[in-house]
């Protein structure tokens, strides 16, 4: 029997489904290299309704409604307040740049809990530079005044590369006079049109120093500050509570949750704008097809032998397999591709050195 056989089969509890692949924006990060055009083979609304049955299926879980640009598509509003009428936790995920007064009161009004918009430079200039089309930033301030007049909750997401790292603390500051709930940095997976930004990644070091920055904040901030694609940032929190001596009772779910690190296939899934299920958008190797396979989620989530690869932790390559901190951390997966070409190697990111001696695996991979 393989270890990955024996693997318990997890709760899901997050999935990120890209309704469509069309955007309006040319974000220099786009892990689908999105484009303001029509994508073939895009779920139909009944398809869509096919797949949120399948979900519920599963529990109650958070789904994530992204593109592309979700607000393009004419019946983002139905395929919304479907799965919240059936317990679904219903989120969106949009550049903001479309939002106005009328669609956030349509957004709440359909059961969205919460709507993510992404800044990555604190002035216009800079971000509309990253996010490729002049005139984003004050759209998407536009965007945010008119949630906030809906009442519709909103966070805020960073891609954090080397050329706004330095904006990092001003765009966390302009996230809280704007209002936001949450601030949820990301740090870079080289993917998509990101492939072409692999000297933009921060160094190991930058990276956790960036992380305990990130910690200060969620210490200090009445906001929830998170990092996404940032496994290691799970070790830094427990080294950090450990010095305080702290017990802190995090939350386990929900939209502010402190978990652990790459959840993807572990807790989290995405789905393509065509069907594919993958552990998460930034790596398309694919766990299985919702066409092929009747629109039954939970059919691939047990048995794709992707998925229980990537949960089999202990049978990771490099320091990864064997790290002490691998049930909390994980390394990212995506990231360990998109570098190295093995999406069960080392976090290429990660500075920590594991401590020897003790583990069988360590001398393993030593001989």
Known sequence: ????????????????????RSCVLSCRHCRA????????????????FSVIDSLVKMGSCIVILTGGEPLLRDDIYKIASYGNSLGLRMVLATCGTLLDNQKCTSLKDAGIARISLSIDGATAETHDAF??????????LRGIDAARAAGL????????TKTNLHELPDIYSLALRLGAASFHPFLLVPVGRGGELMDEMISPEEYEKTLNWIYDCQLASEISVKPTCAPHYYRIFREREKELGRIVKRETHGLNAITKGCLGGQGFAFISHTGAVQICGFLEEKAGDLRTSEYEFGTIWKSSPLFRQVRA?????????YCEYRNVCGGCRARAFAVNGDYLGEEPQCRYQPKSGNSLRNIKDQQ
């Open 33 to 48: 290299s999105a484009m303001q055009k029509s994508y073939a083979d895009e779920f139909s609304t009944s398809e869509c």
């Open 153 to 160: 909750e909103f966070q805020i997401n960073t891609t954090v």
């Open 313 to 321: 932790v202990d049978e990771y390559n490099g320091k990864c397999g």
């Open 1 to 20: 029997m393989s270890v990955e056989s024996t693997i318990n089969t997890p709760q899901l509890r997050l999935v990120a489904w890209e309704l469509t």
């Open 131 to 140: 996010r490729g089309v002049e005139g984003a930033f004050s759209g998407l």
